[in-house]
């Protein structure tokens, strides 16, 4: 299984990007998998305020959690998850 997690903080982070990791993947355990260890892929990106960024094709329910975001003078942190049983990210 692969692990994608996309974090909007509202504000610009203070920790690292890692430190958001093991907690949103060990919550998960037993709701989208029986054990973490089915996990072989994990891919982590922040997108701090300020910063431009865009989606080339975004999925419908990134693009559901892009308009929770909030207006600029009040953003909202939203953090993004999708988990994929499909493989083909082992053909490098």
Known sequence: MAVTIYY?????MMGD?????KPIIDSLTTIAYLD????ERVVAQKFEPGVAWTFG???????AA???IGPSDRPTPVVYVRIDDDLSWRRL
Do not use: M, R
């Open 8 to 12: 909007f903080p509202a504000a610009p």
């Open 57 to 63: 094709e975004p999925s419908a329910q990134l693009t």
């Open 36 to 39: 973490d260890q089915v996990i």
């Open 17 to 21: 990007i890692d430190n958001i990791v």
């Open 66 to 68: 892009l308009d929770t």
